[in-house]
């Protein structure tokens, strides 16, 4: 569902698991139908629709991927769950928690799979730092710092003008990371400015609404503090994308967390900065698809943990209520500690091809 400067992206970890025989590829719903010509010149042989139906009910589809603007996410979740299918949604999933919540409970009840971006505590360098901290290589973990952030779009006003636009398009990432590390948000402190109330976008002058740069204060169940940089104006950055610091020791997150490059690890009973490379350097941040199709496939659950997404839609409600009221604003869900990720590298050995995953050597 959606045509937009995503699906190249999502079509790339399509193309992927098509030569395994773990998927193929279904109608793509892209309702200007002057786009239709493009997109068949870059993808021969493509099926392209209008109508959503087309996809939800084709006989063949078991997925459904949700690339449309954010407005239109919750009514497309509910359609595609009534019509059987499993879902991926893009960020953010819904316009409120409770909303969220809703259409996971729905998926629930049609027993069907609903994932929702962003997928970074999936990648295999996210999890492996995940295990260090459960396992006690930083000590106690009392504060972190995040940033992602990148210039105004060109192509799409939402980003600037649908509310909190940029806490839930770029803060989501470095919230959901922090959140799968250090636990549960219960208290959020934030500040707004906008940096470029007018750009051109389309050709055409637009004016923006949402604020463009955020600040987040978090404080965390356990007691750990963390501090969130989000902008839809940064134009660009060289740092590690999570920075963590321990009683014991300190972990940096190299890249972006949803792209990351390896970790930097300070132990002080070693004194001595560690790196280790990335676990999987083919990993896309489109690969929420490559979980849910082995889900499917396997019977199992995704690796995604639905009450963390919720708690993420709270967190985002709470910011912008405490950038408003300039006090601090509680967070009141909770979700279950995230078993899941817990990973084990495999032992040292030869590796044929960096350019495919772990499990094609």
């Known amino acids: 569902m959606g045509a937009g400067n995503v699906l190249p992206a999502y079509l790339q970890a399509l193309d992927r698991l ?9 109608p793509v719903c892209a309702r ?6 493009a997109l068949r010149e870059r993808r021969p042989g493509l099926a392209v629709v209008t ?3 087309e996809v939800f009910e084709a006989d063949d589809v078991d997925l459904v991927v949700i690339l449309t603007p954010p407005a239109s996410h919750p009514e ?13 949604c893009e960020k953010p999933l819904a316009r409120s928690a409770a909303e969220a919540a809703e259409l996971f409970e729905q998926a629930e009840r049609a027993g069907r799979h609903l994932v929702a971006a962003p997928f970074v505590h999936l990648n295999l360098t996210f999890r492996r730092l995940w295990t260090l901290l ?16 990148h210039g105004a779009s060109t192509w799409a006003a939402w980003y600037h003008q649908e509310p909190t636009a940029t806490l839930g398009d770029a803060a989501i990432y470095n ?12 208290e959020v402190r934030a500040a707004s400015a906008m940096a470029a109330p007018r750009l051109a976008i389309g050709g055409q002058e637009v004016e923006a609404s949402d604020p463009d740069t955020w600040q987040l204060v978090l404080r965390h169940e356990g007691g750990a503090l963390s501090s969130v940089l989000a902008s839809h104006a940064t134009v660009h950055y060289r740092r590690p994308g999570i920075e963590l610091y ?11 967390d949803w792209d990351p490059q390896g970790i930097e690890l300070w132990q002080e009973a070693s004194a001595r900065w560690e790196q280790l ?22 019977g199992r659950s995704p690796l995604a943990e639905p009450l963390l997404d919720v708690h993420l839609h709270e967190v985002i409600s709470a910011a912008a209520q405490a950038a408003a009221s300039g006090t601090a604003v509680a967070v009141e869900s909770r979700f279950p500690e995230l078993g899941a990720l817990r990973y084990e590298p495999p032992p040292p050995g030869h590796v044929h091809d960096r350019t495919r995953p772990p499990d094609e050597q």
């Open 134 to 149: 459960r396992d006690g290589a930083l000590g106690r973990v009392h504060a972190a710092r995040s940033h992602y952030g």
């Open 18 to 26: 098509v030569p395994r025989a773990l998927a193929a590829e279904g």
């Open 32 to 37: 200007r139908t002057e786009t239709w010509p």
């Open 175 to 186: 919230l959901k990371s922090l959140a799968a590390l250090l636990g549960p948000v219960v």
């Open 76 to 88: 497309l979740v509910r359609a595609a769950l009534t019509a059987g299918r499993h879902v991926l």
């Open 51 to 53: 109508r959503p139906e």
């Open 246 to 256: 321990g009683t014991e020791g300190t972990a940096n997150l190299l890249g972006d």
């Open 277 to 298: 490379e990335p676990e999987d350097a083919t990993w896309l941040w489109t690969d929420g698809l490559r979980d849910i199709v082995a889900a499917i496939r396997d």
